[in-house]
């Protein structure tokens, strides 16, 4: 890349949003952005605590005044406060210096906006909460927060919204099949998983650059956790399925080198070796006896460490 495509890029994204002018000044000088990042940190734990002690306290003042309060008063004190945190949060991250804080109160209001949610349907219902409504509820907060991440664009909103969205697609599935036997449904809800485990990788690779770049780790994690856990509940039911899923694990190796994930590298060689474990307990327990299988299972154990450990160092690091 040319110094003219670097500066355009540069300015594009300061233009975007996705880098501040100050934080361009700050690299420049070379003195201000270690400065900012220490401060940050100390500001970024101290905000975290306080969050956890604000719905820690919340949740403690609710248990105990619940039983003697009516239905409007628990509605008002879960979903309205969780609204009046998000709006809160809204109009503070507008103004940069208020803009962590901003985040930690929508933050505190996105985890009580679903919980508010389902005691306003469960107050205000004339029997036993049925599917449906929980599964509308949820998919109207997900629409709620992508309207709001696309106005402002913060990881907090992108967080929620995705959260929300996962919820909504479980509860839409159980919701089609209420009434019938679950067992019945193993494979729609196993693929379904996998499906967002890969739409989770897909975004975390969108979202390298930008304003989502903090959420590239946890969805990577999440995303390759989810899928290779559903993946490895198939293996029973798939013709050759013991077979395909090391292949499927090899790819996950060769991903997180394409991705430089060191979370699918972790969750790629924990799954091998499960799915090792598995293999040797089925077929190799009783024929070799269970001394020689243990031995032979740490072997590839070690093997797998000292193979992650190589890839991390020769193509992660770089």
């Not at 996105?110 to 909460?129: D, H, K, Q, R």
């Not at 409504?133 to 309207?147: D, M």
């Not at 099949?177 to 998983?193: R, V």
């Not at 013709?239 to 090391?246: N, T």
């Amino acid at each position: 890349m040319n110094k003219k495509e670097l500066l355009k890029e540069l300015s594009e994204k300061v233009a975007s949003g996705s880098i501040d002018k100050s934080e361009v000044m700050d690299a420049i000088s070379g003195e201000g952005i270690k400065k900012s990042m220490s401060h940050l940190s100390i500001m970024t734990i101290l905000y975290f605590i306080g969050a956890v002690a604000v719905i820690m306290g919340i949740i403690f003042f609710i248990a105990q005044v619940w039983e003697d309060i009516g239905s409007f008063v628990r509605v008002s004190i879960t979903l309205g406060m969780g609204l009046i945190m998000t709006m809160l949060g809204s109009m503070l991250v507008k103004e940069k210096e208020k803009k962590n804080i901003g985040l930690v109160f929508q933050f505190i209001g996105g985890l009580l906006i679903p919980g508010g949610s389902m005691v306003l349907l469960s107050e205000f219902s004339t029997g036993v909460v049925h599917m449906w409504p929980i599964a509308i509820t949820i998919g109207i907060i997900f629409l709620f927060y992508l309207i709001l991440d696309f106005a402002q664009k913060n990881p907090i909103l992108t967080f929620f919204a995705i959260a929300n969205g996962t919820a909504f697609i479980y509860l839409l599935i159980g919701a089609l099949t209420e009434g019938q036997a679950s067992y019945k449904y193993d494979d729609l809800y196993a693929y379904t998983t996998m499906i967002i485990g890969a739409s989770y990788l897909a975004l975390s690779h969108n979202f390298k650059t930008g304003w989502n770049r903090n959420l590239v780790g946890i969805l990577q994690l999440v995303g390759s956790f989810g899928f290779f856990v559903a993946a490895f509940s198939r293996v029973e039911y798939i013709f050759a399925g013991q077979i395909l899923y090391f292949f499927v694990l090899g790819a996950g190796l060769f991903l997180s080198i394409y991705m430089k994930s060191k979370a699918i590298l972790l969750t790629s060689t924990v799954f091998l070796i499960v799915h090792f474990v598995y293999i040797t307990d089925r077929y190799f327990a009783d024929s070799l006896g269970w001394p020689i299988s243990l031995i032979i299972l740490g072997l590839i154990i070690i093997a797998l460490g000292y193979g992650s450990v190589e890839v991390n160092k020769k193509y992660l690091k770089k």
